[in-house]
């Protein structure tokens, strides 16, 4: 009996770490990254998922045995974010190591080193062609590469604070992004301009996409929300509230009909975008969520979390 039983006479209880039930849309769990994982993306015929790990390893998975095809490393510190090729020939992955490196999926070697950003990468896309990779950073700066050679191609100036996170219309005519600033910027990728600005609502927005079709942009960020927009107006269409705190990752379904989302609640959502409304809410994970990514066939959600674990779950 411990010395506060012996003063009360009550019997100690033996306090438990609460079990988290993982939901039953769970399909497997891969593991093998050794810190968090903060980045997940499908390979175009959905077989393979790349991932980006705070162990500064970029993973190459097998969606179907669960195991690891290439561990490449190269990037000196930790690999915030990744994306797989419109081939499915290549991935890359952006570091806090200011980098953006290129790698060959059958190998596993890296192709080249983007070097260019003066401070961390934060989010980089493969453009729908598959010749360029965009890449921002907290350098306030957006630069393409050049997949082939590696080289950069151009950069774009415009916002005033750290930029969080990019992404492509499906056209390939225009990039949206946003960050640090309430702000989310439109820019035209011919000229390479600003053509629109609108406002989120947020001090700092985590992740951001447009609709497969391009119609709507989703956002999300520090205030708990998922933010669909219109892209044309900048008007405000949905509000998507639910998560309890910062909302990380964000991704359409292939038919931009649901969106899943990822936040620090160590929870994945699913949300109908027409209704605005909340489909499932899935569990599994003992940290927080960064990531999130849609099969291509949109029946598979992955996610990547602090808990160094990537989760695959059924559309429900």
């Known amino acids: ?33 050794e810190d968090r994982v903060l980045g997940v993306r499908f390979s175009p015929d959905g077989k393979k998922l ?4 705070f162990d500064e390893k970029v993973k190459l998975w097998n969606v179907e045995t669960g195991n690891a095809i290439h561990t490449m490393s190269g990037h000196t510190t930790w690999v915030k974010c990744v994306d797989y090729s419109p081939k499915g020939d290549k991935v890359a992955s952006g ?3 200011s980098t953006v490196r290129i790698w060959d999926v059958v190998t596993g070697k890296c192709l080249h080193v983007c070097k260019g950003h003066d401070i961390e990468v934060r989010m980089i896309a493969f453009s729908p062609d598959g010749k360029t990779v965009a890449s921002c950073s907290r350098d306030t700066t957006i ?11 151009k950069t774009l100036f415009g916002h005033k604070s750290y930029i969080e996170c990019i992404a492509f219309s499906a056209d390939g005519k225009k990039l949206v992004s946003c960050g640090e600033e309430p702000v989310v910027k439109i820019w035209d990728l011919e000229s390479g301009k600003n053509i629109a600005n609108y406002p989120t609502g947020d001090t700092l927005s985590h992740f951001v996409a447009f609709s497969p079709d391009g119609s ?19 008007q405000m269409l949905k509000v998507l509230e639910g998560h309890e705190d910062g909302v990380r990752s964000l991704c359409f379904n292939p038919a931009g009909t649901l969106i899943a989302s990822a936040a620090n609640d160590e929870s994945v ?48």
Not at 9 to 25: H, S
Not at 50 to 53: A, D, E, I, K, L
Request: aromatic share 8%; glycine share 10%.
């Open 269 to 316: 959502r699913l949300w109908d975008v027409a209704k605005g409304s909340l489909v499932h809410t899935y569990r599994g994970h003992t940290h927080e969520v960064q990531s999130v990514a849609f099969s291509p066939d949109g029946k598979v959600i992955a996610s990547g979390s602090d808990d160094f674990k990537i989760k695959l779950w059924g559309v429900v």
């Open 216 to 234: 709507k942009i989703a956002l999300c960020g520090r205030d708990a929300k998922v933010k669909v927009l219109d892209a044309t107006s900048g």
């Open 50 to 53: 790349v991932s980006g790990s």
């Open 95 to 97: 570091s806090i190591d």
């Open 1 to 33: 009996m411990g010395f506060l039983s012996k003063i009360f006479g009550k019997k100690e209880v033996e306090l438990k770490r609460p079990q988290v039930r993982e939901d039953a849309a769970l399909i497997k769990t891969l593991a093998g990254h």
């Open 143 to 153: 630069k393409f590469w050049d997949v082939e050679t590696g080289n950069e191609l």
